[in-house]
């Protein structure tokens, strides 16, 4: 299926490395032109260059910090000098570290917040303008499947991230008879260098071995294996395309159905 993305421009948040980078491999696989931004511009460049090899679109790198409002206001400058508009967002950043709520402190939930949620507000601020004029735009949000099913001693990504799928749930609701579609998705356990980190201080807390924490964490998953970053990047590209118009405030999980819940 073509999903017609070519001619597309898209900005992909933290897209050195993990579900970030395998986004924006798939959505330039798809024709999109890419924007890719992260902190560690190295890393960032590196990851640019396996992109480009395999997309149809220009692929083109932006270090930047999206907890800085002048480093945000730099890339959508790049953004408009490049390409002169945008048509799909995919806000995306690490998590905070982890821990419970009596290891935490005011100053770690206003980092929390400012990674995870105004990260995406300020991008969002910015990508809205482009779409509006454009009459067509793809918001996609890269969570947690926390945001429906809390993770223990993840509690300032539980409560944080939480809050960013409210604001794009109304905000779906403001901006799309322009257009517009904003949606959420909750990944799963993915293969990535973060879901080890995680999984490591699981052991530690808990006294098991790095390899029974593993275990533990795929039984809790019916399909019998953990995820792979690029099945993300599918999902994104499907909500990023005109097939996906009639998807909006939607929060999905990709989990191979580690969440019990029915919503």
């Given at each position: 299926?073509?999903?017609?993305?070519?001619?597309?421009?898209?900005?992909?948040c933290?897209?050195?490395?993990?579900?970030?980078?395998?986004v924006?491999?798939?959505?330039?696989?798809?024709?999109?032109?890419?924007?890719?931004?992260?902190?560690?511009g190295?890393?960032?460049?590196k990851?640019?260059?396996e992109?480009?090899?395999?997309g149809?679109?220009?692929?083109?790198?932006?270090?930047?910090?999206l907890t800085?409002?002048?480093d945000?206001?730099?890339?959508?400058?790049e953004v408009?000098?490049?390409?002169?508009?945008?048509?799909?967002l995919?806000n995306?950043?690490?998590?905070?570290p982890?821990g419970t709520f009596?290891?935490?402190n005011?100053?770690?939930?206003?980092?929390?917040?400012?990674l995870?949620?105004l990260?995406?507000f300020?991008?969002?601020?910015?990508a809205?303008?482009?779409?509006m004029?454009e009459?067509?735009?793809?918001?996609?949000?890269i969570?947690?499947?926390a945001?429906?099913?809390?993770?223990e001693?993840?509690?300032?990504?539980?409560?944080?991230?939480?809050?960013?799928?409210?604001?794009m749930?109304?905000?779906?609701?403001?901006?799309g008879?322009?257009g517009i579609?904003?949606?959420?998705?909750?990944?799963?356990?993915?293969?990535?260098?973060?879901?080890?980190?995680?999984?490591?201080?699981?052991?530690?807390?808990s006294?098991?071995?790095?390899?029974e924490?593993?275990e533990?964490?795929?039984?809790?998953?019916?399909?019998g294996?953990?995820?792979?970053?690029?099945?993300i990047?599918y999902v994104v590209?499907?909500?990023?395309?005109?097939?996906a118009?009639?998807?909006?405030?939607?929060?999905?999980?990709?989990?191979g159905g580690?969440?019990?819940?029915?919503?």
């Amino acid at each position: 299926m073509d999903l017609g993305l070519s001619g597309k421009v898209a900005l992909v948040c933290a897209s050195s490395k993990g579900i970030g980078k395998a986004v924006a491999k798939v959505l330039a696989e798809e024709g999109a032109s890419v924007v890719m931004c992260a902190r560690d511009g190295e890393a960032l460049s590196k990851a640019r260059e396996e992109v480009a090899e395999s997309g149809r679109g220009e692929v083109v790198a932006v270090p930047c910090d999206l907890t800085r409002s002048v480093d945000v206001d730099a890339l959508f400058r790049e953004v408009d000098r490049r390409f002169g508009t945008l048509h799909i967002l995919v806000n995306n950043a690490g998590g905070p570290p982890a821990g419970t709520f009596l290891d935490t402190n005011v100053e770690m939930w206003k980092e929390a917040f400012e990674l995870n949620f105004l990260s995406a507000f300020r991008c969002t601020e910015k990508a809205l303008p482009y779409m509006m004029k454009e009459g067509f735009g793809r918001i996609i949000n890269i969570t947690s499947f926390a945001v429906k099913q809390p993770i223990e001693n993840l509690i300032l990504s539980n409560g944080v991230r939480a809050g960013l799928v409210g604001m794009m749930k109304t905000l779906s609701r403001e901006v799309g008879e322009k257009g517009i579609t904003v949606n959420t998705i909750c990944p799963g356990y993915i293969l990535t260098k973060r879901l080890e980190s995680v999984l490591e201080k699981r052991a530690a807390a808990s006294g098991l071995s790095r390899e029974e924490a593993f275990e533990m964490a795929l039984s809790e998953v019916p399909a019998g294996r953990f995820g792979k970053p690029e099945e993300i990047g599918y999902v994104v590209a499907f909500l990023a395309s005109e097939k996906a118009a009639y998807v909006n405030g939607v929060t999905l999980q990709v989990d191979g159905g580690l969440i019990r819940s029915l919503l």
